[in-house]
């Protein structure tokens, strides 16, 4: 499998579409829009990459994720903000204990699942903000391994949650009741098959397979759920000094990443060999 | 009121001797400095080796290469804070080496194996993965020649270890030999109060 470079969404600047100074979290609705969690605030683009709307959040945000029912999600610190499709704010989760930096989010089943970077776990939510239990914490080190300070997670179509564990170099497969039920993932430093330097991959996305992202040097990549390597989406468009850059796949299996320096979102589709 | 001019000096004298054998040569070097004088600092933001926006240059050693004391009076220096405790530290492994059995790289970075880890609490033997490691630079080993500064910065470390002058070493020289030959200017002299030792 191989990917080619279809777009470029964004960019650093203060025009119209561009992000001021941080792009830390995307996610891709079920249209193909694009949302960025930029600065303080949510950006929606429309599925060709054309600004929609942006709208403001109470704080810097640090992730954003899209519900079944269009709901956008942004993450925060200690909190999380819940807007509807037009960027009316609906409601907040404020827990400062379980919400401590809120760097990804995702669903299954009416839950929500929130990747929190300073309890190195995910929170798993009812639908109406209620704790149900952890995932990934009920291990020796009492948590992800996160050198690089985010958490990052993607749920497949069976509610399995696949969360990197950078330090391990591994993306783990959780029950949402938090069992381990195991890996894939290994370190090498020179075979783009393993995941190299200290502590990656930093970002996960998940459909049909998972698709990762590593920082030194930067790079997208996808596996299959058994753990092979299919395709190196991408490595030397990011700038070199990236890390921590958010990746999201669409249902026709374009690949965004976010390039955490150039503050753009590199698009990807898949190229029939 | 010589005489108790004399006394006091010999007080002070007595009284500095005492700490600065009880601080060590570091500390007490700047002990002996006056307030506002000054002494030589690898400025990190200036580093080559540890300044962010440069990666995939090779490590600067002049600071090894230069400096007139033998063995050099710079060292590599773990700020434990900010270190990541990392299973596979690029600083203390060559992490392009082959991988041996345990999944590790089989070779360290540092020529003069100046750097050893430990495991942090209770060491998992099945899996040296479930570990946080603490890494320690051995002083009397390290050369300050930048190797594992390199590998620890951003983005591929976590920029926990740094170049610092040793000032029980440093002979305080009028004009730094490594300040003449650093191609960055990272030698700078700050006042003896904002030295970090």
Redesign the interface.
């Known amino acids: 499998m191989q990917y080619r470079q279809i777009a470029v969404i964004g960019g650093k600047g203060p025009g119209p579409g561009q992000f001021a100074a941080s792009l830390r979290g995307i996610a891709v609705d079920a249209a193909g829009s694009v949302y960025a969690a930029n600065d303080s605030q949510i950006t929606l683009f429309e599925a060709g990459g054309r600004l929609r709307r942006r709208w403001s959040t109470s704080q810097p945000v640090h992730s954003v994720a899209v519900a079944g029912d269009g709901a956008v999600y942004a993450g925060q610190i200690g909190q999380i903000e819940i807007f509807d499709g037009g960027g009316k704010l609906l409601r907040t989760w404020r827990d400062e204990a379980l919400l401590g930096r809120v760097t990804a989010i995702g669903f299954f089943a009416g839950d929500v699942l929130a990747g929190d970077a300073v309890g190195r776990a995910i929170r798993r939510f009812d639908s109406g903000g209620k704790f149900r239990n952890n995932i990934g914490r009920d291990?020796?080190?009492n948590g992800l391994?996160i050198?690089n300070g985010m958490v990052d997670f993607g749920v497949d179509a069976h509610g399995v949650v696949h969360a990197a564990n950078p330090?391990?170099?591994?993306v783990e497969r959780y029950t949402p009741a938090g069992e381990l039920l195991g890996h894939i993932g290994?370190?090498?430093?020179?075979n783009p098959a393993?995941f190299?330097?200290?502590?990656n991959p930093t970002n996960v996305a998940v459909r049909d397979r998972i698709y990762v992202t590593e920082?030194?040097?930067?790079r997208a990549k996808v596996y299959s759920f058994s753990g092979e390597l299919e395709a190196v989406v991408a490595a030397d468009v990011f700038d070199?000094?990236?890390?921590n850059m958010s990746v999201a796949v669409d249902r026709g299996g374009r690949v965004y990443v976010a390039d955490t320096v150039k503050l753009a979102i590199f698009v990807f589709e898949p190229v029939a060999i | 009121m010589t005489e108790h001019f004399t006394r006091r000096d010999l007080f002070h004298k007595a009284a500095r001797g005492t700490v600065l054998a009880t601080l060590g040569g570091g500390a007490g070097f700047l002990v002996k400095k006056a307030h506002g004088q000054v002494v030589w600092q690898v400025d990190a933001s200036r580093c080559l080796n540890s300044r962010?926006?440069e990666?995939?240059v090779p490590a600067c050693n002049l600071c090894t290469t230069e400096c007139v004391v033998s063995l050099s009076a710079v060292r590599a220096v773990n700020e434990h804070s900010r270190c990541?405790?990392?299973?596979?530290?690029?600083a203390y492994f060559n992490?392009?080496?082959a991988?041996d059995e345990r999944?590790?790289?089989s070779e360290k970075l540092c020529p003069r194996d100046a750097i050893t880890r430990r495991p942090i609490?209770?060491a998992?033997p099945e899996d040296p993965?479930?570990?946080?490691y603490e890494y320690l630079i051995d002083e009397e080993k390290c050369d300050g020649c930048g190797k594992c500064v390199i590998q620890c910065k951003?983005?591929?470390?976590?920029g926990s270890i740094v170049l610092r002058i040793r000032y029980n070493r440093c002979v305080d020289c009028n004009r730094c030999a490594i300040s003449r030959a650093c191609p960055k200017g990272a030698l700078v002299q700050v006042p003896v109060e904002r030295a970090v030792s």
């Open positions: 291990n020796p080190l391994l050198p330090g391990k170099h591994r290994h370190f090498h430093g020179t393993g190299g330097g200290c502590c920082k030194a040097g930067p070199a000094n990236c890390k | 962010l926006g990666v995939g990541g405790r990392c299973n596979i530290c690029p992490i392009t080496s991988v999944g590790l790289p609490g209770k998992d993965a479930n570990n946080f951003e983005p591929l470390g976590l």
